[in-house]
């Protein structure tokens, strides 16, 4: 696995852990979007693209996610303690839209991606600096940059 191209957009007078966010292509056939570079306890970890998790609403089935306290459609008030826990009793609200398999993939895009984020800070500090995350109509394949079509 070789990630062919990472795109950082760092998060602006942010005083929350998220620092950014980034997308990488895979072997220049395979984009994830929505990674989030995060700032830990003792490093800057990366955090998959994740969805939040559903349940039915038991008066119209409607679905509703789990830390809503009424039905989107018919207004009843839906049950507490709905999701799911980890095994440190921590709920379990959100799941990964993509991940890496093994613990070696997981360190590739790790260090890939730090190593896209300091790159990034600096390159942001630089004058006329201009963010290339938000352009999704333009890719990179082998090297060089093409427009969808």
């Not at 700032?39 to 996610?65: A, Q, W, Y």
Request: hydrophobic content about 35%; aromatic content about 6%.
């Amino acid at each position: 696995m070789v990630i062919t191209e990472i795109r950082v957009k760092l998060e602006k007078c942010n005083e929350e852990r998220l620092l950014a966010f980034c997308s990488i292509t895979i072997d220049d056939a395979f984009v994830i979007r929505d990674l989030k570079i995060i700032e830990g306890d003792r490093n800057i970890f990366v955090g998959m693209p994740s969805r939040k998790l559903t349940d039915r609403c038991r008066n119209c089935g409607c679905k509703n996610h789990l830390r809503a306290c009424f039905c989107n459609k018919c207004g009843k008030q839906l049950g507490e303690d709905r999701a799911m826990r980890d095994a440190n009793g921590h709920l379990k609200l959100h799941a990964d839209i993509a991940h890496p398999i093994n613990q070696d993939a997981r360190e590739i895009i790790q260090r890939a991606v730090r190593h896209a984020y300091w790159k990034e800070v600096h390159l942001s500090r630089q004058p006329g600096y201009i963010c290339r995350y938000d352009d999704y109509t333009q890719f990179q394949v082998n090297g060089v940059l093409s427009k969808a079509q």
